[in-house]
């Protein structure tokens, strides 16, 4: 009877195992640290100062406009009259609504086709796009974003912790727009808040010492169910032969998302063509004559050329109203033949801080957002 066979021994160093271990750890310990540049350092210190500021002035808010209530009860309670500053804005009459029945759809298909920068100033248009429907008079009834991915989603999912995924009536699809007619599953995204399910509400004759609470039950609205047929959508491109002449009721239409400096010729063109997606374009080039800057409009200034026609039912005072000045030869002139696929490239957002502040303001309808070029603007007086 043979004897079964040994194991064959193992070194002095120990099992292989044991020694890739160790072979690791001595060329972590001897490999020199990754060189970060001076310029680099810098622009890590100064973003950590900036987040650092912005606590601050968060908390410094939060103290102030605590003050300034606890000031007011104490007049109410006293029964001192309030001051003009200290009314409340609810008194002004609310603006009637009168929804208009399409959906414009943002293709956000373009992710691997732009840099950075590119996809950062994109985000912010978004958030353009978003505020301007909720301060419209005659807002559109859906908005949906596709192929929500990419560099595109994690810069979304990073800034107010996913906030966009808050916004009223706006829904997000993972994958493409051929979802609304096709069957399938368009990858819905969803807000994960269980915790926002039930929330406490104090009973209104309850003091707060007597901390007498009543849960009150919050339902996280669910995705919008968007399905259409093929033959009501529309692509809107600047490389289309048919030129669109009013928006219509029960119609989808997508825009472009993609801020690409003009690289790309015919891109939703193509796109669409290859879908058997029907394509028309604004009619900027019938009521704009010359053109000196670059052809190129964002996608919130295609989105508020459609709102504001919406409101006016006249294409020239749209285009006019929401063309920038920039686009003029002296703010006055008529300009011309603009492009609905790509973006301004003068329309970056220069730091992630920027861009989260847009967002949020998008959340409240846009009000105090900062302009396509940097510098804050006002918002527009209709109030959501």
Not at 18 to 34: H, L
Not at 322 to 331: E, H, L, N, T
Request: hydrophobic share 30%.
């Amino acid at each position: 009877m043979s004897s079964p066979e040994a194991a064959p021994p193992f070194d002095s160093v120990g099992p292989p195992e044991a020694t890739d271990i160790a072979n690791d750890a001595n060329n972590d310990e001897t490999s020199p640290a990754p060189v970060i540049s001076k310029n680099a350092q810098k622009r890590l210190l100064k973003e950590a100062r900036r987040a650092e500021q912005r606590i601050e002035r968060k908390a410094k808010d939060k103290l102030i406009k605590k003050e300034k209530q606890r000031i007011k009860a104490e007049k109410r309670a006293a029964g001192e009259a309030l001051g003009e500053g200290e009314e409340r804005a609810r008194k002004r009459p609310l603006i009637q609504k009168q929804p208009f029945n399409a959906r414009i759809v943002i293709d956000l298909g373009f992710d691997e086709k732009m840099f950075e920068r590119e996809v950062k100033s994109l985000c912010s248009q978004l958030s353009f796009a978003y505020g301007a429907n909720r301060r419209a008079t005659k807002p559109f009834t859906q908005l949906l974003h596709t192929s929500v991915n990419g560099r595109t989603k994690d810069w979304l999912d990073s800034l107010q912790n996913c906030d966009y995924l808050r916004w009223r009536g706006v829904d997000w699809w993972s994958k493409g727009y051929e979802y609304l007619w096709e069957d399938g599953d368009p990858g819905p995204l969803k807000l994960e808040e269980p915790e926002l399910q039930s929330e406490p509400k104090l009973e209104p004759e309850a003091t707060a010492e007597e901390g007498i609470l009543k849960k009150r039950s919050r339902k996280i609205k669910a995705p919008t169910v968007h399905k259409c047929d093929s033959s009501t959508v529309v692509y809107l491109t600047a490389d289309s032969e048919e030129e669109i002449t009013e928006l219509k009721e029960g119609e989808t239409y997508i825009i472009g998302g993609i801020v690409d400096r003009n690289r790309y010729k015919s891109l939703c063109q193509n796109k669409a063509i290859a879908q058997g997606v029907r394509t028309a374009r604004l009619p900027i080039g019938t009521y704009i004559t010359s053109l000196p800057t670059r052809k190129v409009l964002t996608v919130n200034q295609v989105f508020e050329i459609m709102l504001k026609w919406l409101e006016e039912r006249d294409w020239e005072k749209a285009i006019m109203t929401v063309m920038p000045q920039r686009k003029f030869k002296d703010g006055k002139n008529k300009a011309g033949n603009e492009e609905e696929d790509g973006a301004d490239a003068d329309d970056n957002v220069d730091s992630g801080e920027e861009l989260e502040e847009q967002l949020e303001n998008a959340g409240r309808g846009g009000q105090g957002a900062l302009s396509l070029d940097g510098q804050e603007t006002e918002a527009p007086a209709t109030e959501s």
